[in-house]
Every structure is written in structure tokens, then in C-alpha cells.
């Protein structure tokens, strides 16, 4: 029995895994830091465990690999965009994410938001995993601990009630859209080096808004 399509090599068949929408706190002695992630899963029960997919790119890998520590806040669906703008479009390198914030603090000392997350998990790297483009890090779970019963926020959440509608096509300014996260880069051209300052993908992965 063959399969009822004809396109075998069609990658958005990868938006259909599910994902959550976590912010992962790290400090790299001298400040806290912060960033969206999408890829943490439980990966052993005893002991413990969980992987974290990070980018290279991004400040925070570097501190989680150098200390080993990070926190997993798990976002639910009180979480606005501007959540989203804060700790997913600009970098810990340039910016102090937590200068105006009162959190709560881990036993280990990295923070856990004290709004829009409904469950946290404080991590110790046990392995470093190098997957190219993004390291994986193997932790223990040292800590955790479930802050409200509101409901997790997903990816497909984030889309369908969270991220802004684009506007009408007449008002429409013109602009590119990351075909992986949905991040908009107002303007035209797109410059040939962009890289995506949510998902950290080239400008190869950007097509024109419609």
C-alpha cells in the first residue's frame, strides 16, 4: 500500500511534534540570564533526567556549559507576547534581562519567574551532547516544584493565540517570515547574512510575507 501524498520530502511534517514553551534561567557569575526554548523532554526516570536543546549561538549556552546549572520555568497560557519579545528577541551579551524583575531563587540561585510559569525543574549537567548547530544538555533534576494548575503553554498555542496576527494585506508592511519559528523581519531586502534572533536560523529559512 503506497502513501496517499506525493511530496516525501516535506519538512513542515516536523511542526506537527509537540513542543512546550519554556524559559531557561542560567547566571554567569556576574548577572542572571534568560532565553525561549522549545526542546526539553524527560528522558530517564531513575535517576531523573531531562535534555535541554540549545543553540550555539546563544549567550546562554555558554554560561549553562560553563557553570552546569541551569532552570527549566515551564510558561502557561497567561504568558503575552511580550514575554516572548523579552527573553527570545535580544541577548543576554548585550542586555541584563532581569534588572527590573523580584524572582524567586532556586536553592542552586537561578531564578524562577515569578509570573506566567506554572512548574519549574532546577538542573545540574551530568553530559554534553554536540549536535552541530546545538549542544544537548543531560541533566539531573536537583530541584522542582509545580507553582499552579494553569495549563502549560505549547507551540501550537503560541501560534493559534499568542503571536500577533499579521496584518491586513493592505496595511501590510513588506518583510520576511522565519518559516521555523514565525519571527517577522520588517523590511525589504532581507540581508543575505540575517540570522533569526529567536531560532538562530539563516536568512535561507525566511520566505516573503504573503
Not at 524559559?23 to 526542546?39: A, C, E, F, R, Y
Not at 496595511?171 to 519559528?181: F, L, M, N, P, S
Amino acid at each position: 500500500m503506497t502513501l496517499p501524498i506525493q511530496n516525501t520530502q516535506d519538512m513542515t511534517a516536523l511542526f506537527r511534534l509537540g513542543y512546550g514553551l519554556y524559559v531557561v534561567t542560567s547566571h554567569d557569575g556576574t548577572k542572571d540570564n534568560g532565553l525561549i526554548v522549545n526542546t526539553v523532554m524527560q528522558i530517564t526516570d531513575s535517576p531523573k533526567r531531562v535534555a535541554v536543546a540549545i543553540n550555539k549561538a546563544n549567550y546562554s549556552h555558554d554560561v549553562i556549559k560553563a557553570s552546569g546549572k541551569l532552570c527549566v520555568n515551564c510558561l502557561d497560557v497567561t504568558a503575552p507576547f511580550s514575554v516572548f519579545e523579552h527573553f527570545g528577541f535580544q541577548s543576554g551579551r548585550d542586555v541584563n534581562k532581569f534588572e527590573d524583575c523580584d524572582p524567586y531563587r532556586t536553592d542552586s540561585g537561578l531564578i524562577v519567574l515569578p509570573k506566567y510559569t506554572n512548574a519549574y525543574l532546577s538542573l545540574s549537567v551530568a553530559q554534553y551532547v554536540d549536535l552541530g548547530t546545538h549542544g544537548m544538555f543531560i541533566c539531573d533534576v536537583v530541584e522542582a516544584g509545580v507553582l499552579s494548575d494553569k495549563e502549560s503553554m505549547t507551540y501550537a498555542y503560541y501560534h493559534a493565540n499568542v503571536k500577533p496576527k499579521p496584518q491586513p494585506k493592505e496595511e501590510q508592511a513588506k518583510g520576511w517570515v522565519c518559516k521555523i519559528c514565525g519571527y517577522v523581519y520588517e523590511g525589504d531586502p532581507l540581508p543575505e547574512d540575517f540570522i533569526c534572533p529567536w531560532c538562530k536560523h539563516g536568512a535561507d529559512d525566511f520566505e516573503p510575507l504573503k
